[in-house]
C-alpha cells in the first residue's frame, strides 16, 4: 500500500479555513484517499474520501490533484472542536474485498480562538 | 447508546494476568478490527475478522488472541500481560467489503504494571 507524508502539526485561527495537506506519491490507481481524524484519545471518525474527483460533505472538502500524488483535505470554517489529530490514509480494495487501514502519525491541527 | 461499545473503558492489571477486551456492535456490520494505540502514535491493527467464521492475523498479533462469539460481538485476549502491552485499544466495525469506512468504539485503556 502506498505510503503518506503529513505535516507534524498545524495551527489554524478559528473561523479560518483550515487546509491539511498530504503527500501519497506512490499511490497506485486503485488505491483511494482516505481521512480520520481523532479528538484527544477518542476513536477515530470517518471524515471523507475519494479516488479521483474532489469531494464534499457536510464535514469537508478534499481535493485530489491530477496526478494523485498528493491531497487536501479542507475544513472551511475551523471550530474549537476541530482541534484534532487527521490521518490521512490510502485504502486499496483488493479483489477479495479485504483491506487495512495503515494509520500513521497524522497532523495534530490545533484551532487557535 | 453508542454503536460500537467497549468494555471495560479502563483497566489496571499485573504482569502475567490474563485480561480480556469486550466489543459490542448494534450496526450489523460483518466486519470488526481491533487496533492498538500508543501515545502520540497513530493505530496498529491487533487482529480482524470478515464475520464470524473468519479471523486474521493484523500487523501486531503477538501475544493476542481473539474470539467472534457472534455477529456482533468481538473480543481481545491477552493471556499473560506484560508491561509494553500497556495502550489504547480500540474496537472497529465496517458495513461491506468494498469501503475503507470504519466505526470506532471510544477505546480501552489499559494499563499493565
Known amino acids: 500500500d502506498a505510503k503518506t507524508t503529513q505535516p507534524t502539526s498545524m495551527d489554524c485561527a478559528e473561523g479560518r479555513a483550515a487546509n491539511l495537506p498530504c503527500n501519497h506519491s506512490?499511490?497506485?490507481?486503485?488505491?483511494?484517499v482516505y481521512w480520520y481524524r481523532q479528538i484527544h484519545s477518542q476513536g477515530p471518525q470517518y471524515i471523507i474520501h475519494?479516488?479521483?474527483n474532489n469531494e464534499t460533505n457536510e464535514m469537508a472538502s478534499l481535493i485530489i490533484t491530477e496526478d494523485r500524488k498528493s491531497s487536501t483535505l479542507i475544513l472551511p470554517h475551523a471550530t474549537l472542536r476541530d482541534t484534532a489529530v487527521y490521518y490521512c490514509?490510502?485504502?486499496?480494495?483488493?479483489?477479495?474485498?479485504?483491506?487495512?487501514?495503515?494509520f500513521g502519525k497524522g497532523t495534530k491541527l490545533s484551532v487557535i480562538p | 447508546d453508542a454503536d460500537v461499545t467497549q468494555t471495560p473503558r479502563n483497566r489496571i492489571t499485573k504482569t502475567g494476568k490474563r485480561i480480556m477486551l469486550e466489543c459490542s456492535q448494534t450496526?450489523?456490520?460483518?466486519?470488526m478490527y481491533w487496533y492498538r494505540q500508543d501515545p502520540g502514535l497513530g493505530l496498529q491493527l491487533i487482529y480482524y475478522?470478515?464475520?464470524?467464521?473468519?479471523?486474521n492475523k493484523g500487523e501486531i498479533s503477538d501475544g493476542y488472541s481473539v474470539s467472534r462469539q457472534a455477529q456482533a460481538k468481538f473480543s481481545l485476549s491477552l493471556e499473560s500481560a506484560i508491561p509494553n502491552q500497556t495502550a489504547l485499544y480500540f474496537c472497529?466495525?465496517?458495513?461491506?467489503?468494498?469501503?475503507?469506512?470504519?466505526?470506532f468504539g471510544e477505546g480501552s485503556r489499559l494499563t499493565v504494571l
Open positions: 506512490t499511490i497506485s490507481g486503485n488505491e483511494y
Open positions: 475478522s470478515f464475520d464470524v467464521k473468519d479471523i
Open positions: 490514509i490510502v485504502v486499496k480494495y483488493s479483489g477479495a474485498g479485504s483491506y487495512q487501514l495503515t
Open positions: 450496526k450489523g456490520h460483518d466486519r
Open positions: 472497529a466495525t465496517s458495513g461491506s467489503a468494498n469501503t475503507g469506512e470504519l466505526f
Open positions: 475519494g479516488l479521483k
